[in-house]
Protein backbone atom coordinates (compact mmCIF):
# COMPACT_ATOMS: atom_id res chain seq x y z
CA UNK A 1 0.00 0.00 0.00
CA UNK A 2 1.10 3.35 -0.90
CA UNK A 3 1.99 5.70 2.26
CA UNK A 4 0.00 9.66 1.65
CA UNK A 5 2.76 12.20 1.85
CA UNK A 6 2.55 14.35 5.07
CA UNK A 7 0.10 17.11 4.32
CA UNK A 8 1.88 19.71 5.98
CA UNK A 9 4.65 19.58 3.67
CA UNK A 10 2.77 20.64 0.89
CA UNK A 11 1.35 23.88 2.06
CA UNK A 12 4.79 24.93 3.71
CA UNK A 13 6.47 23.75 0.04
CA UNK A 14 4.36 25.91 -1.88
CA UNK A 15 4.72 28.85 0.44
CA UNK A 16 8.26 28.02 0.11
CA UNK A 17 8.29 28.30 -3.84
CA UNK A 18 5.92 31.57 -3.67
CA UNK A 19 8.46 33.05 -1.18
CA UNK A 20 11.81 32.10 -2.00
CA UNK A 21 12.84 33.40 -4.60
CA UNK A 22 15.81 36.23 -4.74
CA UNK A 23 14.32 39.20 -3.54
CA UNK A 24 10.55 38.42 -2.75
CA UNK A 25 10.86 38.92 0.67
CA UNK A 26 12.75 42.48 0.72
CA UNK A 27 10.09 43.47 -1.86
CA UNK A 28 7.30 42.70 0.51
CA UNK A 29 9.11 44.25 3.11
CA UNK A 30 9.42 47.48 1.77
CA UNK A 31 5.99 47.53 0.86
CA UNK A 32 5.10 46.73 3.97
CA UNK A 33 7.34 50.24 5.07
CA UNK A 34 5.68 52.32 2.85
CA UNK A 35 6.89 52.02 -0.70
CA UNK A 36 4.47 52.07 -3.52
CA UNK A 37 6.32 53.36 -6.92
CA UNK A 38 8.75 51.24 -9.07
CA UNK A 39 11.92 54.27 -8.21
CA UNK A 40 10.47 54.09 -4.43
CA UNK A 41 11.47 50.58 -4.31
CA UNK A 42 14.75 50.78 -6.17
CA UNK A 43 15.78 53.25 -4.03
CA UNK A 44 14.92 51.17 -0.78
CA UNK A 45 16.29 47.81 -2.34
CA UNK A 46 20.22 48.36 -3.37
CA UNK A 47 21.67 45.68 -5.83
CA UNK A 48 18.38 45.03 -7.36
CA UNK A 49 18.34 45.48 -10.54
CA UNK A 50 15.51 47.36 -12.96
CA UNK A 51 14.50 44.41 -15.26
CA UNK A 52 14.71 41.77 -12.05
CA UNK A 53 12.62 44.10 -9.77
CA UNK A 54 9.48 44.06 -12.73
CA UNK A 55 10.04 40.32 -12.78
CA UNK A 56 9.44 40.10 -9.31
CA UNK A 57 6.66 42.66 -9.09
CA UNK A 58 4.87 40.85 -12.27
CA UNK A 59 5.58 37.37 -9.71
CA UNK A 60 3.99 38.60 -6.94
CA UNK A 61 0.98 40.01 -8.57
CA UNK A 62 0.48 36.65 -10.23
CA UNK A 63 0.72 35.22 -6.92
CA UNK A 64 -2.14 37.68 -5.90
CA UNK A 65 0.34 39.34 -3.62
CA UNK A 66 -0.01 42.71 -4.71
CA UNK A 67 -1.97 44.94 -6.87
CA UNK A 68 -1.24 46.97 -9.99
CA UNK A 69 -3.30 50.35 -10.17
CA UNK A 70 -2.52 52.60 -13.19
CA UNK A 71 -3.72 55.98 -12.89
CA UNK A 72 -5.94 56.50 -16.40
CA UNK A 73 -5.10 60.38 -16.10
CA UNK A 74 -1.13 60.19 -15.27
CA UNK A 75 -0.12 57.14 -15.94
CA UNK A 76 1.17 56.30 -12.82
CA UNK A 77 1.57 52.82 -11.54
CA UNK A 78 1.39 52.19 -7.63
CA UNK A 79 1.96 48.87 -6.34
CA UNK A 80 -0.19 47.71 -3.05
CA UNK A 81 -0.22 44.92 -1.09
CA UNK A 82 -3.24 42.06 -1.08
CA UNK A 83 -4.75 40.99 2.18
CA UNK A 84 -2.37 37.79 1.88
CA UNK A 85 0.27 39.63 1.58
CA UNK A 86 -0.51 41.48 4.91
CA UNK A 87 -1.15 38.26 6.66
CA UNK A 88 2.56 37.86 6.14
CA UNK A 89 3.75 40.54 8.39
CA UNK A 90 3.82 38.58 11.32
CA UNK A 91 6.21 36.19 9.55
CA UNK A 92 8.50 38.88 7.96
CA UNK A 93 8.69 40.50 11.19
CA UNK A 94 9.45 36.83 13.08
CA UNK A 95 12.68 36.25 10.30
CA UNK A 96 13.30 39.75 11.46
CA UNK A 97 13.55 39.02 15.01
CA UNK A 98 15.53 35.63 14.38
CA UNK A 99 17.88 37.04 12.17
CA UNK A 100 18.49 39.61 15.28
CA UNK A 101 18.90 37.27 17.84
CA UNK A 102 20.48 34.20 16.08
CA UNK A 103 22.98 35.68 13.36
CA UNK A 104 25.62 38.30 12.90
CA UNK A 105 23.23 40.61 11.74
CA UNK A 106 24.86 43.57 13.24
CA UNK A 107 28.06 43.54 11.53
CA UNK A 108 26.71 42.72 8.03
CA UNK A 109 24.77 45.81 9.12
CA UNK A 110 27.21 48.08 10.31
CA UNK A 111 29.11 48.03 6.57
CA UNK A 112 25.45 48.27 5.05
CA UNK A 113 25.61 50.57 1.71
CA UNK A 114 25.10 54.50 3.32
CA UNK A 115 22.08 55.08 0.70
CA UNK A 116 19.86 52.51 1.75
CA UNK A 117 20.22 53.19 5.40
CA UNK A 118 19.35 56.91 5.09
CA UNK A 119 16.44 55.64 2.73
CA UNK A 120 15.06 53.45 5.53
CA UNK A 121 15.32 56.30 8.44
CA UNK A 122 13.17 58.18 6.90
CA UNK A 123 10.45 56.49 7.87
CA UNK A 124 11.37 56.84 11.22
CA UNK A 125 11.11 60.89 11.26
CA UNK A 126 8.24 61.65 13.37
CA UNK A 127 7.59 65.60 12.08
CA UNK A 128 4.83 66.35 14.83
CA UNK A 129 8.01 66.75 17.07
CA UNK A 130 9.81 68.88 14.43
CA UNK A 131 8.77 72.41 13.84
CA UNK A 132 5.83 73.24 11.97
CA UNK A 133 7.52 74.54 8.86
CA UNK A 134 10.34 72.79 6.44
CA UNK A 135 13.11 71.32 8.10
CA UNK A 136 16.02 70.51 6.60
CA UNK A 137 18.83 68.27 8.23
CA UNK A 138 22.01 67.15 7.29
CA UNK A 139 23.71 63.82 7.91
CA UNK A 140 27.29 63.33 7.24
CA UNK A 141 29.03 60.13 7.58
CA UNK A 142 33.21 61.15 7.21
CA UNK A 143 34.60 58.01 6.82
CA UNK A 144 32.51 57.40 3.40
CA UNK A 145 34.01 58.26 0.31
CA UNK A 146 32.37 61.47 -1.14
CA UNK A 147 29.70 59.95 -3.01
CA UNK A 148 27.91 58.34 -0.41
CA UNK A 149 29.10 60.71 2.74
CA UNK A 150 26.55 63.43 2.79
CA UNK A 151 22.95 63.20 2.84
CA UNK A 152 19.61 65.61 3.59
CA UNK A 153 16.38 64.58 4.83
CA UNK A 154 13.57 67.61 4.31
CA UNK A 155 10.47 67.58 6.21
CA UNK A 156 7.85 69.16 4.57
CA UNK A 157 3.92 69.86 6.85
CA UNK A 158 1.70 67.52 5.63
CA UNK A 159 3.91 65.90 3.12
CA UNK A 160 6.33 62.52 3.24
CA UNK A 161 9.60 62.91 4.39
CA UNK A 162 12.32 62.71 1.64
CA UNK A 163 15.93 62.10 1.04
CA UNK A 164 18.21 64.24 -1.22
CA UNK A 165 21.78 62.80 -2.19
CA UNK A 166 22.58 65.78 -3.88
CA UNK A 167 22.36 69.26 -1.98
CA UNK A 168 18.84 70.35 -2.24
CA UNK A 169 19.94 74.25 -1.63
CA UNK A 170 18.15 74.79 1.36
CA UNK A 171 19.03 76.46 4.76
CA UNK A 172 20.14 73.49 7.18
CA UNK A 173 18.35 73.55 10.45
CA UNK A 174 20.66 70.78 11.89
CA UNK A 175 24.38 68.83 11.37
CA UNK A 176 24.48 65.06 12.33
CA UNK A 177 28.05 63.72 11.90
CA UNK A 178 28.69 60.22 13.00
CA UNK A 179 30.69 57.10 11.36
CA UNK A 180 27.59 54.87 9.74
CA UNK A 181 28.76 52.30 12.06
CA UNK A 182 27.41 54.40 15.16
CA UNK A 183 24.58 55.19 13.07
CA UNK A 184 23.60 51.76 12.33
CA UNK A 185 24.10 50.74 16.07
CA UNK A 186 22.13 53.17 17.61
CA UNK A 187 19.13 52.78 15.40
CA UNK A 188 19.01 49.04 15.80
CA UNK A 189 19.50 49.60 19.73
CA UNK A 190 22.96 47.96 19.81
CA UNK A 191 24.51 50.99 21.55
CA UNK A 192 22.10 54.11 23.20
CA UNK A 193 21.80 57.20 21.44
CA UNK A 194 22.66 59.43 24.41
CA UNK A 195 25.82 57.46 25.17
CA UNK A 196 27.15 57.95 21.83
CA UNK A 197 26.48 61.59 21.93
CA UNK A 198 28.33 61.79 24.97
CA UNK A 199 31.17 59.97 23.62
CA UNK A 200 31.23 62.54 20.65
CA UNK A 201 30.85 59.67 18.28
CA UNK A 202 27.64 61.73 17.24
CA UNK A 203 28.11 65.46 16.56
CA UNK A 204 25.05 67.69 16.86
CA UNK A 205 25.27 70.99 15.71
CA UNK A 206 22.27 73.18 14.61
CA UNK A 207 18.92 74.94 16.37
CA UNK A 208 18.54 74.04 19.91
CA UNK A 209 14.94 72.64 19.93
CA UNK A 210 16.00 70.45 17.10
CA UNK A 211 19.56 68.94 18.52
CA UNK A 212 17.64 68.99 22.28
CA UNK A 213 14.83 66.67 20.31
CA UNK A 214 16.47 64.37 18.80
CA UNK A 215 15.01 61.71 21.00
CA UNK A 216 11.54 62.09 20.43
CA UNK A 217 11.64 62.51 16.21
CA UNK A 218 14.92 59.92 15.81
CA UNK A 219 12.44 57.31 16.04
CA UNK A 220 14.58 54.01 16.30
CA UNK A 221 14.00 50.87 14.70
CA UNK A 222 10.91 48.30 16.52
CA UNK A 223 14.01 45.97 17.35
CA UNK A 224 16.11 48.90 19.33
CA UNK A 225 12.21 49.67 20.96
CA UNK A 226 12.09 45.68 22.02
CA UNK A 227 15.92 44.48 22.04
CA UNK A 228 15.24 42.85 25.74
CA UNK A 229 11.99 41.23 24.85
CA UNK A 230 13.28 40.04 21.35
CA UNK A 231 16.90 38.29 22.88
CA UNK A 232 15.45 36.77 25.45
CA UNK A 233 15.77 32.82 24.48
CA UNK A 234 12.71 31.27 22.72
CA UNK A 235 11.26 27.89 24.11
CA UNK A 236 10.85 25.31 22.01
CA UNK A 237 7.42 24.32 21.58
CA UNK A 238 6.74 20.03 21.77
CA UNK A 239 6.32 18.56 18.18
CA UNK A 240 2.65 17.70 17.76
Known sequence: MRSERPTLFCPVKMASEMLAPKWTIQILAELWWGSSHFNELR????GLSPSLLAKRLRELEAHGLIERIESPQTGTVTYLRSAAAVELEPIIQAL????????????????AEPRSFIWHLRHNIATEHLPDRRVTLQITFPEQPPKSRNFWIVCKPGEPVDVCYINPGFEVDMFLQAPLETMVSVFFGYTRLGAEIERERISLLGQAAITRSIGKWLVLSSYAQRRDEIMQPRRRQPSR
Open 43 to 46: RGIP
Open 96 to 111: GEWAYRNTNVHDRMCH
